[in-house]
């Protein structure tokens, strides 16, 4: 079977010829409904790390009591974890 000259250079320069295209944007109608969108979730659900004594009553803007069950700290997190105890001795000796 014989390759025709003009198939192959069709091959070789199909590739390139997207290159000079320049890059897609979105219209002027399809940005202004993009725009519209407001952020609906802007904080964390995510407890801090307290000390003893001390309690977090700002990690969440909807009352979570009653609604999800107690959960352990992070495995980073924990007082127990030998990285974070050595990075809470490098940090504060």
């Not at 250079?9 to 320049?22: D, Q, R, S, W, Y």
């Not at 897609?24 to 725009?35: D, F, R, T, V, W």
């Not at 009553?57 to 609604?67: T, V």
Request: hydrophobic share 40%.
């Amino acid at each position: 079977m014989k390759i025709q000259p003009w198939l192959l250079l069709v091959f070789i320069t199909a590739p390139l010829a997207g290159e000079n295209l320049p890059p897609a944007s979105p219209g002027p109608a399809l940005m202004a409904e993009i725009n519209k969108i407001q952020a609906v979730d802007s904080h964390t659900h995510v407890p801090k790390v307290v000390g003893r004594g001390e309690k977090d009553l700002d990690f969440d803007a909807l009352p979570c009591s009653g609604y999800l069950e107690p959960s352990d700290d992070p495995a980073m997190a924990r007082p127990d974890n030998p990285l974070f105890l050595d990075a809470w001795r490098k940090l504060y000796g």
